[in-house]
């Protein structure tokens, strides 16, 4: 049997709403700040809904060659630009490439570029021969493995907005057990188009607050009419202890459980007992061998639809018992909106570096929360205080439940 191993991440690069690089993406959460705004990548002005949170200045060509921006969909773009931002300063040195993994999802893959190909194809044209790859749902693993000559394991799991966190749990599990040296792990989303937007409108699942984007999300408040879309990437580097020891660089955090239930129920709805999300968190706490009290911070998926966050607040209640009122809880998606398949990932990394500041970020818009969403969401101001451990929740259409716990490393301990 082999030998299990601790895994830490090492690297963080993040694209998100809020900014371009960990940095300023961890700084503005914690200021409060909103990425939402009206829609700039496609004319929204006749749409239901018309605000987004877009990655604003975002230019290709401070991570790509002109010839890639060009037939790159958005969602390799990001993936590329996180990619770069977490590896590209020889974060990689002194591990075999052989034997490092890279398990990158997205939820939707390419939806640009299915638009542009069935448009193309309906108008009587030639649909372009780069369809297929720049719509294929792999296509950020497969960009990042070979930009970075990384030969391991190379796959993207596919559950929807819990995609990302499976990635990040898969790939640990493969360093814990010895199956890869290294994971590159992550994803990424583009989804800011008028099929997506028009369809996630349609199904009344969006807030339609135009007149006031930074205000839209308001995930746990009385008043939430739904999520804000938003796109972006992460992109991690896991590697055992051993690893990150020979090679003198700093485990950011530990990732130490992995929690994984089906709701096997509806389509697009959660399960309103929570029961099932509660369930992936006590199994990610007893991977991890943490008590539900050891929990300092709870990342909760917190949407901000009418169904999924008065069941989360249950499964919260369920799976920590008494603690539960008394463990800080944030929607990070209030700031950043919903990167579908990325948000996990970005998820993850903010655990990771609320561990290494020990800083909360907040629940911003929640002036008046719903009554049956009793925790305490840390609202509108950031709050400084340790945190030890973290957990994250990600939930998804299909009924896919994850969980993800992660604890300050030896080196970090007070």
Request: with cysteine; proline share 5%.
């Amino acid at each position: 049997m082999r030998e299990r191993k601790r895994v830490g991440i090492t690297a963080i690069g993040l694209v998100t709403p809020l900014g371009i690089g960990s940095d300023v993406t961890w700084q503005r959460l914690t200021e409060g700040a909103s990425g939402v705004r009206r829609i700039t990548l496609f004319d929204a002005s006749a749409s239901r809904v018309q605000i987004a949170a877009e990655v604003a200045g975002f230019e290709p060509r401070r991570f790509l060659d002109f010839k890639d921006t060009q037939r790159l969909a958005r969602v390799g773009q990001l993936a590329v630009a996180a990619a770069e931002l977490a590896l590209g300063s020889d974060a990689l040195a002194g591990l075999d490439r052989e034997e490092v993994g890279t398990i990158v999802s997205s939820g939707l893959g390419g939806p640009d570029a299915i638009f542009s190909g069935v448009r193309a194809h309906l108008d009587g044209q030639a649909v372009s021969p780069l369809f297929i790859p720049m719509a294929m749902t792999n296509l950020a693993a497969s960009l990042i493995a070979h930009r970075f000559e990384l030969q391991g394991p190379s796959y993207s799991p596919v559950s929807a907005c819990a995609s990302s966190a499976d990635a990040i749990g898969q790939g640990y599990r493969l360093i814990r057990d010895g199956y890869a040296g290294a994971c590159v792990v992550g994803g990424a989303e583009g989804p800011i188009n008028p099929v997506v937007m028009s369809s996630f409108a349609s199904m009344r699942a969006l807030s339609r607050r135009n007149d006031e984007p930074e205000r839209a999300a308001r995930p746990f408040a009385a008043d939430r009419d739904g999520f804000v879309l938003g796109e972006g990437a992460c992109v991690l580097l896991l590697e055992s202890f051993e690893s990150a020891l020979r090679r003198g660089v700093r485990i950011r955090a530990e990732v130490c459980g992995y929690g994984q239930t089906s709701d096997a129920g509806h389509l697009t709805a959660p399960r309103p007992e929570g029961d099932r999300v509660a369930r992936a968190m006590t199994l990610a706490l007893g991977e991890a061998e943490v008590a539900p009290v050891d929990v300092d911070y709870v990342n909760a998926h917190g949407t901000g639809t009418l169904l999924s966050d008065p069941a989360e607040t249950r499964a919260i209640h369920l799976a920590l018992g008494e603690h539960a009122r008394r463990v800080a809880v944030s929607s990070t998606k209030s700031m950043l909106g919903h990167l579908l398949g990325a948000a996990g990932a970005v998820e993850t990394a903010i655990c990771a570096l609320s561990i290494e500041h020990g800083v909360v970020p907040p629940t911003i818009n929640l002036d008046t929360p719903d009554p049956v969403c009793d925790l305490d969401y840390v609202p509108n101001v950031s709050r400084r205080k340790p945190v030890n451990v973290a957990l994250t929740n990600s939930q998804a259409f299909g009924g896919h439940n994850v969980a993800l716990v992660l604890r300050r490393a030896p080196e970090q301990t007070h």
